[in-house]
């Protein structure tokens, strides 16, 4: 924790910090890893900074559970002029954070124990250099589908969905086995598709929102497809005319893709997934940083 002076009464005269608490509760402890130093302020024109640490310890991180913790912090002040002696507080700040932390021993990540800030809905960015035309597909719908799923600016936040099972029937219902990528999609081979293109679906089949929840088939998503220029080297997101065009009231898209994009895309999300800590129904947003400035209805271009 770190406090500096935005302003203070001349007639305090020196200000000092007397009491300082932040309790973690149940099962939590906290104690010092470092102590204040320097928290006392001498007038208007002393801003420096007073910092210090406290250390939460789960105390009770049983095999295969997660527990909420309650955060508080309660300060006390004192000044040195004498018409304020003997009077303490002379400002007590409390707050209290109601199940700010969540702490779980393989449950969010197999084998690990953690802790995180599961109030705070953390971001998911895509990685444009390393899958340019995957995170242009994700951008792009998310950002012209009716419900905006991923998106920060509606607050739409798309959900983890653990189940194994609801992520498998999601994946076929989008992207069933009679699915065949269009050739005009660009191909980059891998080893698990020698052809080089996948089938990618958007909102993510390990999500809440997956297609797979609403609707019958995957042809009832925006039919799109990812192709690299011969001329330019440029990635560009076709309409698939194999398909209807889009209407852009569906609630998924569907796209012929190159499977090493497809592939490092997943591999970003599950990395993701373990770096937050994220439990089954957790919130995220994604974010493209070289086309948030772009326009849907213009040619937004994305390089490798």
């Known amino acids: 924790m770190s406090i500096v002076p935005v302003d203070m009464d001349s007639d305090l005269g020196a200000v000092s910090l007397e009491y300082w608490d932040t309790p973690c509760t149940p099962d939590c402890d906290a104690t010092y890893s470092t102590n204040w130093s320097d928290a006392t302020w001498t007038g208007l024109l002393d801003k420096h900074w007073a910092s210090a640490t406290k ?3 789960w105390t009770a ?3 295969s559970t ?3 913790f309650d955060r508080g912090v309660f300060l006390s002040f004192k000044a040195d002029s004498p018409e304020w002696q003997g009077v303490v507080p002379v400002d007590k ?4 954070l109601f199940d700010q932390i969540r702490c779980d021993n393989g449950v969010s990540v197999p084998n690990s124990t953690g802790c995180i800030f599961y109030k705070h809905i953390p971001t998911f960015t895509l990685n444009d250099a390393k899958y340019p035309a995957a995170a242009a597909y994700y951008w792009l719908l998310r950002e012209e589908l009716p419900s905006h799923p991923g998106s920060k600016k509606y607050n739409t936040p798309l959900h983890r969905e653990r189940d194994a099972a609801v992520r498998t029937a999601n994946r076929r219902k989008i992207c069933p086995d009679s699915y065949t990528p269009t050739t005009k999609a660009t191909p980059e081979a891998t080893t698990n598709s020698p052809d080089g293109r996948q089938c990618d679906e958007y909102p993510f089949a390990a ?3 997956s297609g797979g929840q609403s609707i019958t088939n995957g042809d009832e998503c925006v039919q799109l497809y990812a192709q690299k220029s011969d001329n330019d080297g440029k990635w560009r997101m076709y309409a698939d005319d194999d398909y209807a065009p889009p209407t852009w009231k569906e609630v998924c898209g569907r796209a012929s893709m190159s499977a090493k994009q497809n592939e490092a895309a997943g591999r970003g999300l599950s990395s993701f997934y373990t770096k937050a800590r994220m439990a089954d129904n957790d919130g995220f947003y994604i974010a493209a940083p070289d086309l948030e400035n772009c326009r849907p209805d213009e040619i937004c271009v ?3």
Request: charged fraction near 20%; avoid cysteine; aromatic fraction near 0%.
């Open 207 to 209: 999500t809440k929102e």
């Open 93 to 96: 700040p409390e707050v209290a």
């Open 61 to 63: 991180p049983t095999d």
């Open 55 to 57: 250390a939460n310890t």
């Open 66 to 68: 997660s527990q909420a």
């Open 302 to 304: 994305v390089t490798p």
